[in-house]
C-alpha cells in the first residue's frame, strides 16, 4: 500500500507561481510512474502532467505545456509540480498518483491506470 500525501496548494494571483510536492511512504517509489491530476466544482477528474518512473520522460496535457513542469526525486520518494503563469481556470483540488510501471516511455493519462492516490490539495487562482 502507498500512501501520497500532497502540500504545497493555497490561494494565489493570476500569473503567479506554485509548487505542489507529493511524499510518498513506499521505500520502492522509484519503481512507479506518477501522475498529477486536478478536479474543479462540478467537473471530471482530468490529466495534467505525467511523469515516468526514472524521470526521463514527461507528458502534459496541453492547457499547461509550457506552465508547468513535473520532476521528481526518488532519493526523496517525492515528486513536484512547479506551476507557473497561473491561471484562473486552473484553479482546483490536485491530486497525485500513482502508477506501477517500470516502462521508460509508456505514457499513462488515464485514471484507471492509477493504482493509489493521495487525499488533494486545492489550488485557488485569482483573477
Known amino acids: 500500500q502507498v500512501q501520497l500525501v500532497e502540500s504545497g496548494g493555497g490561494l494565489v494571483q493570476a500569473g503567479g507561481s506554485l509548487t505542489l510536492s507529493c511524499a510518498a511512504s513506499?521505500?520502492?517509489?522509484?519503481?512507479?510512474?506518477m501522475g498529477w491530476f486536478r478536479q474543479a466544482p462540478g467537473k471530471e477528474r482530468e490529466f495534467v502532467a505525467f511523469?515516468?518512473?526514472?524521470?526521463?520522460?514527461?507528458y502534459y496535457e496541453d492547457s499547461v505545456k509550457g506552465r508547468f513542469t513535473i520532476s521528481r526525486d526518488n532519493a526523496k520518494n517525492t515528486v513536484y509540480l512547479q506551476m507557473n503563469s497561473l491561471k484562473p481556470e486552473d484553479t482546483a483540488v490536485y491530486y497525485c498518483?500513482?502508477?506501477?510501471?517500470?516502462?521508460?516511455?509508456?505514457?499513462?493519462?488515464?485514471?484507471?491506470?492509477?493504482?493509489?492516490w493521495g487525499q488533494g490539495t486545492q489550488v485557488t487562482v485569482s483573477s
Open positions: 511523469i515516468t518512473w526514472s524521470g526521463g520522460r514527461t
Open positions: 498518483a500513482a502508477a506501477r510501471s517500470w516502462s521508460s516511455t509508456l505514457i499513462i493519462t488515464t485514471r484507471n491506470r492509477y493504482d493509489y
Open positions: 513506499e521505500r520502492t517509489f522509484s519503481s512507479y510512474a
